[in-house]
């Protein structure tokens, strides 16, 4: 009777420890920035090192190591070059700020191999100025953490806002 109840917790010990491999304990993340704006690459630096300098087990269960890319220019080119560098590195979500000229071909590669994109400046006029692409879409996900912590959908804030604008050119076009 005890060897079989040792032989069950060796056992799940086992599994236990198996399961904890399963996700890693380093994420590595892409940076792509232009020369010029050094203000964005330092803000990124400086909330991937707050982050890795909290204590806190339970709110940093695991390490962010960043890889950056600096272009010259936002030509195809440098920007395709850039994103097969990051994704070589492993790199699991990208951050970057970009213009018109870059954008459609770094959406295009992150859908295509399924790399988050995520970017507080997207080159369209309108109203919403952060856009996250991801890959695996993860909006469920998202909405139960923000159910969780009872957060407001900002998303259907910017929605509702989005139709609001396009009923009043609808509205200024038909007269």
């Not at 060796?10 to 198996?18: C, T």
């Not at 912590?149 to 989005?162: A, G, W």
Request: charged share 20%; hydrophobic share 40%.
């Amino acid at each position: 009777m005890w060897h079989r109840t040792v032989a069950t917790v060796l056992l799940l010990l086992r599994f236990w420890g198996d399961a904890l491999a399963g996700f890693p304990n380093q994420i590595n993340i892409g940076g792509l920035f232009m020369r010029s704006t050094v203000q964005e690459h330092s803000a990124f630096r400086f909330a991937v090192q707050l982050y890795n300098t909290n204590q806190n087990v339970t709110e940093k269960p695991f390490h962010l190591n960043y890889n950056v890319d600096n272009l010259e220019s936002s030509n195809s080119f440098s920007v395709t070059h850039a994103f097969c560098s990051q994704f070589s590195r492993g790199v699991y979500a990208i951050f970057g700020f970009y213009d018109r000229r870059s954008m459609n071909t770094l959406t295009s590669f992150c859908g295509a191999l399924h790399t988050s994109f995520i970017t507080p400046s997207f080159p369209i006029d309108a109203d919403v100025q952060f856009v996250i692409q991801m890959r695996p879409s993860l909006r469920g996900a998202i909405r139960s953490l923000l159910a969780y912590y009872k957060m407001p959908l900002s998303e259907e804030r910017q929605r509702t806002r989005e139709r609001k604008w396009s009923r009043k050119r609808r509205a200024i076009a038909q007269k």
